[in-house]
């Protein structure tokens, strides 16, 4: 059955002394616990040789925020799949709405990011999810299904069954605005449907699909207490180590 994720996404905050502060802040809170979720932590490129190092990978996954959509060569100043599993990541967050939007990273981008990531042995977070113009022309459900479609079903069921999902509703990132329960609830499940439609009802029941946007300790869990909500990637409560185990102790 699938497991239950809890995942932060630092974005472009912390210098590698903060990172690494951190890291080792939260390695220390669950050296004598066991969640009852998988936690990841995505940091950016180059804390990630550094944080690996420091603490205990099979408690705390460690994230890329990107990479490459090219194997290698003359592509300045990027980061290949290939790199960031060297480092001993094994996650890589693809997809992101910042990514997307301010980098112009087009579904047909992603597909080949994807596939680089799988190829690596890299656990994709693909992220999908719709604007507030877009919800509000009750566009949503064929947006979400539009970018999983065009990124991800031209995988197999095999490798298809290698990625966690996480829905993040792009007015409700970095904003204070989440989604209510019921909103969560009713997209993840449209999202499981979609994909047991395409891959059969056991890929679905197997992939996690996550929430995020404005996810923080207060409303974890909630939503996480949704049948179809299966953890969450966190941005902003994931930069102090107590608001982010607040929110893996919601399982
Ligand atoms: P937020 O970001 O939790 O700060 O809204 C979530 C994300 O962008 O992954």
């Known amino acids: 059955m699938r497991k239950n994720i809890v995942a932060g996404n630092w974005k472009m905050n912390k210098t590698l002394q903060e990172g690494l502060a951190l890291a080792t802040e939260l390695n220390a809170a669950l050296a004598n616990v066991t969640p009852n979720c998988d936690v990841v932590i995505g940091t950016p490129f180059i804390h990630l040789a550094s944080i690996t190092a420091a603490i205990d990978t099979n408690k705390i996954g460690v994230a890329a925020e990107n990479c490459a959509d090219k194997k290698s060569g003359a592509y300045t100043g990027e980061v290949s799949a290939e790199m960031v599993a060297s480092t001993g990541a094994k ?112 890929v679905a029941d197997n992939t996690s699909i996550l929430y995020g946007g404005s996810c923080n300790a207060g409303n974890a869990k909630e939503l996480f207490s949704n049948p179809d909500v299966d953890g969450g990637l966190i941005g902003g409560a994931s930069l102090k180590a107590d608001s982010f185990m607040t929110i893996i102790n919601a399982f």
């Open 91 to 202: 996650y890589v967050i693809l997809g992101h709405s910042e990514r997307r939007a301010y980098y112009g990273e087009t579904s047909a981008i992603l597909k080949d990011k994807v596939a680089l990531a799988l190829e690596n042995g890299l656990t994709p977070i693909f992220c999908i999810g719709e604007v507030l113009e877009e919800r509000e022309a009750g566009k949503h459900f064929d947006v979400v299904k539009t970018q999983i479609e065009e990124a991800l079903f031209n995988l197999s069921a095999e490798d298809f069954g290698k990625i966690i999902l996480a829905y993040e509703p792009v007015w409700a990132i970095g904003t204070g605005k989440t989604a209510t329960p019921e909103q969560a609830q009713e997209m993840h499940a449209f999202i499981r449907k979609t994909i047991a439609d395409k891959y059969g009802k056991e």
